[in-house]
């Protein structure tokens, strides 16, 4: 993960929308000529890196939860709010209400953000409906989001984000109606690439996720795990024996888990200001990348973590997450690339999209270190789109 393959001086050329070469600019003018109608871009000095991919967020949804940072200052929980009637329940409530109109226009203004600040492709859940109906309608919202957007966007069912409250008390109900019914139906449209469960106390239960998740990748889903966030309560080890493709959050895991999790192969998404935003542990990057297990960045950009941008994601990453700069780079492009399933997206390299931000910085240490670096121009698909 600290092996960015920095190339000083460097220069890109693209055609088609595609890398076809780079390199150093001392040899470009000898291995690329320059079509007629063609454009050169210089990076005065500044550093050229693959577009950020946003291995986990929320985005989807309506309403916001700002009403409840009293409670959170006055050291309540995530799932003692939850309890009050807040939390993800009443974002739940709101998102029901909302028009596709009103969801598509509130998500396509937060992604338009993550993109001004150099990310061109982003993991987007459902789970703010928690019906067969309502879950069905988000993730059908995310082929539109996608096309008015520019952005790649990749879906991931999470009907198991909580219990509605249809089925309160009811959890295994709930969990056999999403077995029946919602995964067939979401695997049959293609709706998602992945299945999530939010595996906690008060949520659901290792069983119930393993359950889901079994079903899940039976009929051609990969596997997810929202895991050991408040607690050490086996969603990691859940995730390393079912060879998921990702586990996330992670706050609370153990060493053993961590060694699990590398020995399966499973990426690590790590929530930096999800950490710092629930005044939880420091988020466990360090002990993650030192245990084998390669590291995925995310913003978590929810009603309850809402941040956008990916360059404060990779500070936080550093500043709190303890990574070196480069290792904080890699997670979010290469590795948040494999961990939503995009094998060609998180690198400049020949053949791949020629998706890229050109920050103005001398060198990708300084993503790492400033919290507030945006890009001077992101290119996507090798069209500039924004600037700075």
């Known amino acids: 993960m600290a092996q960015t393959g920095v190339i000083p001086a460097g220069a890109v050329a693209i055609d088609g929308g595609r890398v076809v070469w780079v390199g150093p600019e001392r040899t470009l003018d000898r291995s690329v000529r320059l079509r007629r109608g063609g454009r050169t871009y210089r990076g005065n000095g500044g550093t050229a890196v693959p577009g950020f991919v946003d291995a986990h967020t929320h985005v ?55 993109a001004r600040s150099g990310t061109t492709a982003v993991e987007v859940k459902s789970g703010y409906a928690l019906t067969h109906a309502g879950e069905l309608r988000l993730l059908r919202l995310v082929p539109r989001l996608a096309r008015r957007s520019g952005l ?92 998921a493709v990702s586990a996330d959050h992670l706050l609370a895991s153990p060493p053993a888990d961590r060694a699990r999790l590398a020995a399966a192969g499973v990426i690590a998404v790590v929530l930096p200001v999800t950490a710092i935003a629930a005044a939880a542990r420091r988020p466990p990057a360090r002990e993650l990348v030192d245990a084998g297990v390669p590291v995925a960045l995310g913003t978590d950009c929810s009603p309850s973590t809402w941040v956008e941008e990916m360059p404060g994601v990779l500070a936080a990453a550093v500043h709190a997450g303890r990574l070196a700069p480069s290792e904080a780079l890699c997670a979010a492009t290469v590795n948040a690339a494999a961990a939503i399933g995009l094998a060609d997206a998180g690198t400049i390299e020949v053949g791949r999209p020629a998706d890229l931000s050109v920050f103005p910085v001398r060198s990708t240490d300084s993503l790492g270190y400033r919290f507030d670096v945006r890009p001077s121009v992101v290119f996507r698909q090798g069209k500039p789109v924004s600037s700075a």
Not at 63 to 81: F, H, N, W
Not at 188 to 216: I, K, M, Y
Not at 228 to 243: C, I, K, M, N
């Open 60 to 114: 989807l949804f309506a309403g916001d939860r700002a009403g409840e940072l009293p409670l959170k200052a006055a050291g309540l929980s995530y799932v003692q709010i939850a309890r009050r009637g807040g939390g993800l329940l009443s974002t739940v409530k709101a998102t029901r209400r909302a028009t596709d109109a009103e969801l598509l226009a509130g998500t396509l203004a937060r992604l338009a953000r993550m």
């Open 152 to 243: 790649r966007l990749v879906g991931t069912y999470l009907g198991a984000h909580a219990v509605p409250p249809e089925y309160r008390g009811r959890a295994d109900a709930y969990v056999t109606a999403m077995v029946r019914a919602t995964l067939p139906a979401v695997a049959r449209g293609r709706w998602a690439r992945f299945c999530d469960v939010f595996c906690e106390p008060g949520f659901f239960s290792v069983r119930q996720a393993d359950r889901l998740l079994r079903t899940a990748q039976a009929l051609g889903l990969g596997a997810k795990v929202h895991a050991d966030e408040f607690e050490a309560s086996g969603g990691a080890r859940l995730a390393a024996r079912l060879r």
